[in-house]
């Protein structure tokens, strides 16, 4: 008997991905000479609705259905035992369903060719998915006009925060209000502009505590990673400089960038890849849709929209 599939597969799909989320479950341990599972053959019957009843092998089709659905096998046991008692529960209630003919209906009808044209465009989608590949034009010219995306930079920073930062006050220490702040920060401008050690004074005066203990020094970080006003100082600062005071959300920022680097293009083609491909799948899937002309009766319809059109900017909020 071959396995059909009445029962709409993304709701299986869903069941199948939930568990996914999960971490696996502990297994109970086992009693001492417990002897190990017997294999299942493929023709056992593993499952049975009603009078149906569903093998290890017709089983085994549902889960590569559902793992070609949402691209990743159902993980585990229990996962498999959950996909079981769901597809049970829908198959029983459908099986209701049909005692009382309502799959005869003109609406149930329409909603299973629905149904099963969602699933044929989604399994179309997965195989162009497949077939769509970026040549290294289009990469090399992605690369280019968004080099911008790939700097990264090593830096650290002495934060000096003031009332109402998001960063709480040191133990024992003055909730500084902004002037004092900016003070003290550009007394300790002045002290590293005479030569003093950036990490000492980092770990002793930093509201970052995160940082300080390690002389202020920030994981490497890339454009989008910061607050606008830190990223602009940033990016745009000589390496090995000391910056003047930056005022943020946070405070005011006395940046040092140790080092300036930029992913070449093969270390950035995997990234760039996955930005393209889904631009490519969307030309791809309009291709093959323009192939099929569609009309509508504009008696029956109406005419169509005109098309919207952006507003006009505003030239006061322009800047």
């Known amino acids: ?15 199948a991905f939930a568990q996914q989320q999960l971490p696996s479950p502990t297994p109970a341990p086992r009693p001492a000479l417990t002897a190990p599972a017997a294999p299942v053959a493929p023709d056992a019957v593993v499952l049975t609705i009603g009078a149906e009843k569903f093998t290890r092998a017709q089983f085994e089709e549902l889960l590569a ?3 070609e659905t949402n691209g990743r096998p159902v993980p585990n046991a229990a996962a498999k035992r959950q996909v079981a008692q769901q597809f049970g529960q829908l198959m029983a209630l459908a099986q209701e369903a049909r005692k009382r003919k309502l799959d005869q209906t003109p609406a149930s ?3 299973e060719v629905i149904q099963i044209d969602s699933v044929l465009v989604n399994a179309l989608q997965r195989q162009v998915a497949d077939e769509v590949k970026p040549d290294d034009a289009a990469l090399h010219s992605y ?5 911008a995306q790939y700097e990264q930079v090593k830096a650290s920073h002495i934060l000096i925060r003031f ?12 909730d500084l209000t902004t002037e004092e702040a900016l003070a ?12 003093g050690d950036f990490a000492a004074i980092a770990k002793a005066n930093s509201d970052d505590v995160g940082t300080a203990t390690n002389g202020g020094a920030l994981p490497p970080f890339s454009r989008g990673q910061m607050v606008p006003e830190f990223e602009k100082a940033v990016f745009s600062q000589e390496v090995g400089k000391i910056s003047e005071p930056v005022k943020t959300q946070y405070g005011y920022h006395i940046i040092k960038v ?5 992913k070449s293009f093969d270390e950035a083609k995997p990234d760039i890849e996955k930005q393209i491909k889904p631009q490519l799948l969307r030309e791809a899937m309009d291709r093959l849709e323009k192939q099929v002309p569609v009309t ?14 952006a507003p006009m900017p505003n030239p006061a909020q322009t800047r």
């Open 143 to 147: 690369y280019d006009a968004h080099k």
């Open 109 to 111: 009808k329409q909603m």
């Open 1 to 15: 008997m071959k396995l059909q599939f009445c029962i709409p597969l993304s709701i299986l799909a869903s069941v």
């Open 184 to 195: 003290k920060a550009q007394d300790l401008e002045k002290q590293l502009a005479g030569g």
């Open 258 to 262: 140790e080092e300036r680097t930029s």
């Open 65 to 67: 259905a559902l793992a």
């Open 296 to 309: 509508l009766d504009d008696n029956y319809f109406g005419p169509a929209a005109p098309p919207t059109r």
């Open 163 to 174: 009332q109402g930062s998001q960063v709480p006050v040191r133990p024992n220490e003055k």
